[in-house]
């Protein structure tokens, strides 16, 4: 069964640095998303992406994110100037279609721990 | 804004017991409401998903989830629990208003041998 995958498993970063999430969705899905899971806490909507441009982001997703997908087969979350609060476990996920038709597919997640 | 409660926070079973985890959502039109279990270690895999129609539906690995308009309650089940099972399930809704999934809180099951 295809699968989302993500990479790497387990980011370590300093505080203050950029990183970068990477993300390839099944290969035939339109719709992107990501969300992130703080330690003991719920799963959040940080933001879909659909034709090239973001679709819906929340409060969480300020300026220091962005989402691209710079070819036909990866999607990327960076984080400019990552801060203590930002570790947390962050799953991409994709569909066919737009929530209401078609379920979302989560990859294994990114565990990112700031230091 | 719609949100998910899932009221038990841990629930431990006896393999071979029935299951039934709650789940309530606050929506004010038809949500879509699914499944998800998590693995330590692992993503969110999808179990069932409901989006209309027959308002019991099956999911893999033998759940099944039924829709109650009248509770607000999405309410996952099993009639025999296997040590496999052990995990942590979270119910999400979605809405017509767009394409993020709300997330409950999560109910950890622990499964007795």
């Known amino acids: 069964e295809p699968e989302v995958t993500q990479t790497p498993s387990h980011q370590v970063t300093q505080m203050g640095q950029e990183v970068i999430l990477r993300c390839v969705p099944i290969?035939?899905?339109?719709?992107f998303y990501w969300y992130r899971q703080i330690l003991g806490q719920k799963v959040e909507f940080l933001v879909s992406?659909?034709?090239?441009?973001?679709?819906?982001k929340s409060e969480i997703f300020d300026d220091q994110f962005s989402v691209e997908r710079p070819d036909g087969s990866n999607f990327t979350l960076k984080i400019r100037s990552t801060k203590l609060e930002d570790s947390a476990m962050y799953f991409c996920?994709?569909?066919?279609?737009?929530?209401?038709?078609?379920?979302?597919?989560f990859g294994d997640g990114t565990r990112l721990s700031i230091l | 804004a719609q949100s998910v409660t899932q009221p038990d926070i841990h629930i431990t079973v006896s393999e071979g017991a029935s299951l039934e985890l709650r789940c309530n959502y606050s929506?004010?039109?038809?949500?879509?409401l699914f499944w998800y279990v998590q693995s330590p270690g692992q993503g969110l895999q999808l179990l069932l998903k409901?989006?209309?129609?027959?308002?019991l539906v099956q999911g893999i690995k033998g759940f099944e989830a039924e829709f109650k308009r009248s509770q607000s309650s999405f309410n996952l089940r099993k009639p025999s629990v296997h040590w496999s099972d052990a995990a942590e399930y979270f119910c999400?809704?979605?809405?017509?208003?767009?394409?993020?999934?709300?997330f409950g809180g999560g109910t950890r099951l622990m499964v007795k041998p």
């Open positions: 996920a994709s569909s066919s279609d737009r929530a209401r038709n078609q379920p979302q597919h």
């Open positions: 290969s035939n899905h339109l719709y």
């Open positions: 992406f659909y034709n090239n441009e973001i679709s819906e």
């Open positions: 929506y004010g039109a038809t949500p879509y």
């Open positions: 409901y989006f209309s129609g027959d308002t």
């Open positions: 999400a809704v979605g809405t017509n208003a767009g394409n993020m999934l709300t």
